[in-house]
């Protein structure tokens, strides 16, 4: 698989990534090749188009694509498509996934991932954004932000809320999730500008009365907050996968600069002050990749993976995000400069860190799901 992709990965240099980072264009060449080649259905079901394989081989996949150089940047670009309509699959019934499905392996839609809230933050259950029922309909009114790839999406998975947070038992009940067309008249997409990854946009969505047919509701009405826990887990692993392939991006860049840079006639590269951070990145990826494969192994068996997804994201993160921050401190002044790459993946390490859950909040589940102190959240 790594190989595999690879191969198509070494289509697009790293000055196809620069440019996309200087004129924020989305990387359509670079999705429409790995649609072309079958790997947007790598863990969507045969029976809909796909190859049926599990999250430990979508990892792999997503490790390669931005270790190649790609990034976040070529990473975020098909994110969505790989694990994103996980619900549908699950809790879909057979004519959503027909209808859903195979435009998504086949690259002619993309979708993009509506939760977050302006008001709301991490407390996801006071998500504001309302779905009522009319008739054989829903009207959705609010306001989402952060939603990645909303400019270029056909179609958004979306959790809103269908029934009044005080009149439900618990604040996780009364959340639907709905797989419906982005139509754009009832729903404003203004881009944030943002520190990275400028070819994948993020954000903010205004939609004033979005008529939604019942038929595109996934699951249950009120039970949606159930359906999207399901597809928690394989995004950590997948963002995990994919910051330990930036970080190993930067390496790489930064051990060929330590062999190639000679200061005070040596290789940079033969003093142990750089050494050593770069041999300390190194095993940071590793440990983290062991970890990312283990919660990997355990969602592809069925078995429970919270704190090993969890605890793979956080470290992954620190991991990627230190790779890169070394890497633009060995090649000292030229780190700083957009022809030698470093600086655009240390402002892409960062994504790893914030989203789609922040390590302030992982430690707080941590503590609470393995050392059993109070839930302070
Ligand atoms: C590039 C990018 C792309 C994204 N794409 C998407 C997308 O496609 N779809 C989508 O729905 N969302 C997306 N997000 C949103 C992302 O998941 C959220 O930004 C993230 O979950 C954090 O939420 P928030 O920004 O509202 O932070 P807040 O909830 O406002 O938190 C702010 C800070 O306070 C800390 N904090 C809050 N409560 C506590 C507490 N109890 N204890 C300790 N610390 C606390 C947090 O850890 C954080 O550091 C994206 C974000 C980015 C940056």
Redesign the pocket.
């Known amino acids: 698989m790594r190989r595999a992709v690879d191969k198509i990965c070494a289509r697009f240099s790293d000055d196809y990534w620069l440019e996309r980072d200087r004129d924020g264009k989305f990387p359509d060449r670079f999705h429409r090749s790995l649609a072309a080649e079958g790997w947007l259905g790598v863990c969507i079901p045969e029976a809909y188009g796909g190859s049926g394989l599990g999250v430990s081989e979508a990892a792999v996949m997503m490790e390669t694509i931005a270790a190649s150089g790609a990034g976040f940047s070529g990473a975020s670009a098909v994110h969505?498509n790989i694990f994103g309509l996980n619900p549908v699959v699950v809790y879909g019934n057979e004519e959503q996934k027909l209808r859903m499905l195979p435009p998504i392996v086949a690259g002619q839609e993309k979708a993009?991932?509506?939760?977050?809230e302006p008001n709301?933050?991490?407390?996801t259950t006071k998500l504001e954004t309302r779905a009522e029922r009319r008739g054989d309909h829903y009207v959705i009114n609010g306001a989402?932000?952060?939603?990645?790839?909303a400019q270029v999406a056909d179609k958004m998975l979306i959790l809103v809320r269908t029934t009044p947070r005080d009149a439900v038992r618990k604040p996780t009940q009364g959340l639907s999730l709905f797989y419906t067309a982005l139509d754009r008249r009832s729903v404003e997409v203004h881009e944030i500008e943002?520190m990275g990854?400028k070819a994948v946009d993020?954000n903010q969505l205004f939609i004033d009365g979005l008529e939604v047919p019942i038929e595109d509701r996934i699951g249950e009405e009120d039970q949606g907050f159930t359906y999207i826990l399901h597809g928690f887990n394989p995004e950590r692993i997948l963002v995990a996968a994919e910051a330990i392939g930036l970080g190993r991006a930067a390496l790489r860049r930064a051990t060929s600069y330590a062999k190639e840079r000679v200061v005070f006639g040596r290789p940079i590269g033969q003093n142990q002050a750089i050494q050593h951070p770069l041999a300390q990145c190194w095993m940071e990826l590793e440990a983290a990749e062991l970890m990312m494969f283990k919660a990997a192994w355990q969602y592809d068996h069925g078995e429970p993976c919270g704190p090993a997804a969890n605890t793979a994201k956080y470290l992954a993160a620190e991991a990627g995000f230190k790779a890169c921050q070394t890497a633009v401190m060995t090649h000292g002044g030229y780190g700083y400069a957009k022809e030698y790459h470093v600086e655009r993946y240390l402002r892409e390490s960062m994504?790893a860190k914030?989203?789609?859950?922040?390590?302030?909040?992982i430690l707080?589940f941590i503590a609470e799901k393995e050392l059993g102190l109070p839930k302070?959240?």
Do not use: E, N
């Not at 993009?112 to 977050?116: I, W, Y």
């Not at 709301?120 to 407390?123: E, S």
């Not at 989402?144 to 790839?149: E, F």
């Open positions: 969505m993009c991932f509506a939760v977050t709301a933050g991490l407390d989402k932000v952060w939603t990645s790839t943002k990854r993020s994504i914030i989203a789609p859950v922040t390590p302030q909040l707080c302070s959240y």
